[in-house]
C-alpha cells in the first residue's frame, strides 16, 4: 500500500525524460536570463555589486524600485540603434553568404559516394578541432597589410599595393562565414542526403531541365535545412564579440563590442542587461517566426 502511495508521487518515466532538459534550461538560461532582466532595472553605484538592489525593506516597509531610464536611453540614443542595425545587417550578410557558399558544398557531398561524403564531412567538421579563438587569429596574419594574402596576390601581379581588408567590416564578413560556415552545411547535408532522388529522375523523364528540376523538387525539399542553417548562422552572428574586436576596425558597430564596453570598461551593468536584454528581444522575432513555420508545416502535413 505504501510502495502504491510512493509511486503515484514519483514522476512518470515520460515525466522524468522531458523534465531533465526543462530543467537544464531553466537553472542555466531561464535563471540567468532573470537575473539579467532585474540588473536592467538597477541602478548603477560604486561597490559589488556595482549596481542597486531592487527591493528594500526599511522601517517595515517593502519597496520595490524598478529603473527605466537605461530601456528610455536606449531607446532614445541613435548609437545603440545604429548598432542593432548594424548588427542585424552584417548578421544577415554572413548567413546570406554562407547560405550561397555552403548550399553547394552540401549538395556535393550529399551526391558523394559514401566513402568520400564521410571523408568530406570529417573536413567539415575539422576546424571544430582548433580552438576558435586561434582560428580567428590566423586570420590576422593573412589579412594584414603584409600577410599571406597581400603578398600572394603581390608576388602574382594581381595588385600593386597591398589590400586593406584588415580592421575593415570585410575582415569581420570573412571570418563571421569561415566560422559559422559548418553550421550551415550540416543541416543542408542532413536534408540532402535524405532526399529521395527517383523525385529528381521523374523530373527529368518529364522534360524539366536540371536547374527546374533543382528549383522545384531539390529547393523546396531542403527548405527546412536552409532555414534551420540560416538560423543557427544568424542567431550567434547578432550578438558575436571575438571577430569584430580582433578583424574589424573602430567603426564596426556590434551589440557584442557595446556590451563589452558597458560591462567591462565602463562598468555599467545596468546598461549592458538593457543592451543585453533588447537583443534577446531582437533573437526572439525569428525564433519565433520558425517556431510558427514549423508548427503550421506539421499541421499541413496532417
Given at each position: ?98 547560405l550561397l557558399i555552403g548550399y553547394p558544398m552540401a549538395y556535393y557531398i550529399a551526391r558523394a559516394s559514401d566513402r568520400a561524403r564521410d571523408t568530406l564531412m570529417m573536413l567539415v567538421i575539422l576546424p571544430f578541432w ?173
Amino acid at each position: 500500500m505504501k510502495s502504491l502511495k510512493l509511486k503515484r508521487w514519483l514522476p512518470s518515466g515520460r515525466t522524468t525524460v522531458i523534465g531533465i532538459p526543462f530543467l537544464f534550461l531553466f537553472v542555466f538560461f531561464l535563471l540567468p536570463f532573470l537575473l539579467v532582466v532585474g540588473i536592467s532595472f538597477s541602478q548603477q553605484q560604486l561597490g559589488i555589486p556595482p549596481y542597486t538592489p531592487l527591493t528594500k525593506l526599511e522601517d517595515d516597509v517593502f519597496t520595490i524600485a524598478l529603473n527605466i531610464s537605461h530601456y528610455k536611453f536606449m531607446l532614445s540614443d541613435d548609437l545603440y540603434f545604429a548598432t542593432y542595425i548594424s548588427s542585424v545587417k552584417m548578421a544577415f550578410v554572413s548567413t546570406v553568404l554562407c547560405l550561397l557558399i555552403g548550399y553547394p558544398m552540401a549538395y556535393y557531398i550529399a551526391r558523394a559516394s559514401d566513402r568520400a561524403r564521410d571523408t568530406l564531412m570529417m573536413l567539415v567538421i575539422l576546424p571544430f578541432w582548433t580552438s576558435y579563438l586561434i582560428r580567428v587569429y590566423a586570420w590576422i596574419g593573412i589579412l594584414k597589410n603584409d600577410g599571406f594574402l597581400n603578398q600572394f596576390l603581390l608576388w602574382l601581379g594581381v595588385v600593386d599595393t597591398p589590400l586593406r581588408l584588415y580592421h575593415t567590416n570585410w575582415a569581420v564578413y570573412i571570418g563571421m562565414v569561415f566560422s559559422y560556415l559548418p553550421f550551415m552545411i550540416m543541416p543542408l547535408y542532413a536534408h540532402l542526403v535524405k532526399m529521395d532522388l527517383r523525385l529528381l529522375e521523374a523530373a527529368y523523364d518529364l522534360g524539366a531541365k536540371p536547374w527546374k528540376a533543382f528549383v522545384q523538387v531539390t529547393l523546396p525539399l531542403s527548405k527546412n535545412g536552409i532555414i534551420a542553417g540560416s538560423l543557427l548562422v544568424f542567431i550567434p552572428a547578432v550578438g558575436e564579440y571575438v571577430i569584430p574586436e580582433l578583424l574589424g576596425g573602430s567603426d564596426t558597430l556590434m551589440i557584442g563590442r557595446v556590451m563589452w564596453d558597458e560591462f567591462f570598461n565602463n562598468m555599467d551593468w545596468p546598461m549592458a542587461a538593457t543592451v543585453t536584454c533588447a537583443m534577446v528581444l531582437l533573437l526572439l522575432v525569428p525564433m519565433a517566426l520558425f517556431q510558427h513555420y514549423q508548427v503550421k508545416n506539421m499541421e499541413a502535413a496532417k
